[in-house]
């Protein structure tokens, strides 16, 4: 009993011991492999797409991605750089995308006369896109693609 | 008896020295002329240093502390502009005329008219607009001190800027400022000002 006792356990701590370096390894897989303990030698920070060209959205409600730099840009309660730009009133002289009209809307969808407040800081959903490797794969795939995809099977059967 | 002292003092600057040579009076003057010019010009450059500048806290905690985290600080090739650089011309005369209207910030300073970081940012727009109107009256000289149109290539610039520099800022039309501004501060409420 006693034997049976000590080999149950001895067991289970095997396994634990396992199972937490396993996920160890887990947690380093974006860290190179540098242990939990030690400071990462730091990445170098990479450069930003700046070259005022849209990019495709990957799905019809993504927030478009910023094409330009947009560093020390002053989002505050003061002043909002984005729209010194994108806002209605400046397009004109700015040539630059206006802000979209769902901006305006509040959460109930009454349209105010100025973008609304719970859209006024910009990089809560819009960022620029740095030039880099995607870290991990990624098999996603658009409902157009996958629709094309479709068809195309319906049309082969 | 004012009049008195004035007459004999004027007096004595009409009649010819009595007891010193010509030649020490002209060599003294000379020396002293050096002495007191050197000294002027010595104490005008040291208060033209950001380190004088940011002796005052008010400069240190709120002005300086923002012009670290922009790239007129800290950047690639590591040349950087100091407080002078942008807010003092360079030239003597502009540079005496911008530190005789400076006494006015001594007057601030003893006062404590922006003491507090409240009375700061209550005073931005108003200090901000007064940067905003000598840049402009001045075609953005201190800008120009560094940044010279004449050399700029237009094919390292991405097609946001050409387009402005090429157009508006080529023909004389705009001026830095106009459009680069809050870029070595942060901004104040920019309600009404031309292009926000």
Known sequence: MKNLIMVSISLSLLILSFTLTAQAEEIATLRDGTAISEQKKPNFIPKIVNTD??????????????????????INLEVNKCLSCHSRSRTEDSQAPMVSVTHFMDRDGNFLAEVSPRRYFCNQCHIPQADIKPLVGNTFKDMHTLMKEKIRDMKVH | MWKNILLNFWQTLRRPSLHYSLGFLVVGGFIAGIVFWGGFNTTLELTNTEEFCI???????????????????????????????????????????RKMQASK????????????????????????????????????????????????????????????????????????????????????????????
């Open chain 1, 53 to 74: 060209i849209l990019h495709a959205r990957n799905y019809p409600m993504q927030p478009p991605l910023i094409p330009h730099k947009i560093r020390n840009y002053q």
């Open chain 2, 55 to 97: 002796s005052c806290h008010e400069m240190r905690d709120n002005s300086y502390e923002e012009l670290k985290t922009t790239v007129h600080f800290s950047n690639k090739s590591g040349v950087r502009a100091t407080c002078p650089d942008c807010h003092v011309p360079h030239n003597w005369t502009d540079k005496i005329a």
């Open chain 2, 105 to 196: 910030e001594v007057w601030g300073t003893i006062f404590g008219t922006i003491d507090t970081r409240e009375k700061f940012l209550a005073a931005r727009r108003n200090l901000a607009e007064h940067e905003w109107a000598r840049l402009k009256a001045n075609d953005s000289l201190e800008c120009r001190n560094c940044h010279h149109f004449d050399y700029m290539d237009f094919t390292l610039q991405n097609t946001r800027a050409v387009e402005q520099h090429s157009t508006s800022l080529a023909s004389g039309e705009k001026t830095c400022i106009d459009c680069h501004k809050g870029i070595a501060h942060e901004l104040p409420d920019m309600q009404g000002v031309d292009g926000w």
